[in-house]
């Protein structure tokens, strides 16, 4: 179909955006890539009046690391991400998170602030952003805050972005020594939205789990992170053993809405199977 | 009411100024205003690649894409990629290899393998279908698409002996 009529305009600076964004209210729609926003457009399940195209804005593109931070500004494409030798070297979940995003295509053009605020359950940088107690960082007209992404999801497409406010970039704690990461994801073909997947994140130096986060996409109305198969998993020797306990304890973390094509327990499986292999691949 | 924005933008090495729609995007803007036909509107909602595009050298979803957005960039499309000869080992190869029926994802097809061809030297079979996975085939030619990719990669390194 066809998007339907709305107005479009391209501030140059973020208090012009302030601006918009107070005169049009709910009215408005932030545009940075487009590649969720302008095919819900084409689908008619968004009518705003206008337009706010974010593109170029000064201080929100590209990514560098800041001493012990990689800041990743909102309008750093999927693309960038997945071939920055810094993403690499320092944040190697994300580097493996990113080629499950679509296809490059849409990586080209799609953005990691884009991903984060719209906060599909199902997408992969908020997953990440969780597993490894990442922060956003959020500008509006009295300033800029900080907000962890463990309190930044609040729901079904709900953040903690309030009115007139813009997220300008994201900032993660690059890897500490000891520490290793692995991401897997079961999707019906290449490309296509999880039906579930797993940020996983942890100390593994000696042989056992430590601190490690398990966080979920496509498992709830937001990014989850699996407390009780965390527990579980303290301290404990690298083995089947270690992992069918975390894999068990799933079953008190994760409640997966069915969809159209898999059911809640068929859900909770597949959670259990990429629990698996993710702390494999952590220990191996 | 329709919202017009003066947009400027480079098609296929030409300057081009228009009023464009807000809401118009680059497929329509190329294949109503500019009489490119070229870009293909399957799905209409970036799921299907048939609508692929180069902007500023990278390949993007057409219909994903406002025309307006191209203001200041490059935009080009298989007309122009075409006539400049740059597909044209593609082209020779889809057609060596019968990597088309009806024809209708071909454009998208051939701007995407393209792209494999410029960042990747040596991809494996496997690489190139998950280059490709963005790209839809109805008439399900992905085993000729695939090989003939693989017969272009062929070609351009005894080419380039």
Redesign the interface.
Known sequence: MKAPSFAYTKPQSLPEVFDLLERHGAGARVLAGGQSLLASLNLRLSAPEILIDIAGLPGMSGLRVEGPLLRIGALATHREIEQSPDVARHLPLLAQAVPHIAHVAIRNVGTFGGSVALADPAAEHPACALALGANFVIAGRRGERRVAAGDFFRGLYQTALEPGELLVAGEFPVLSPGYRSAFAELARRQGDYAIVGLAAHGRVDGGRYGDVRLAFLGAGDRPLLARKAMAALEGKPFGSASIESAQAALGDDLDPPADLTTSREAKLHLARVLTGRALRALAA | ???L?ETTLTLNGAQVTRRI???Q?LV?FLREEMGLTGAHLGC???VC?AC?LR?DG????G????A??A?GRRVDTIEGLSDSGELALLQKAFHERNALQCGFCTPGMLL?AQ?LMHSKRHPSREEI???L???LCRCTGYQAIVDAVQTALVARQGASR
Request: charge should be negative; charged fraction near 25%; hydrophobic fraction near 30%.
């Open positions: 009411m329709e919202h924005i729609p807000a809401r995007h329509d209409e909602h970036g690649g692929t902007l990278k390949i993007v979803r219909c994903l894409t406002l307006v957005q203001n995407a792209d279908r998950e280059h996975s963005g790209n």
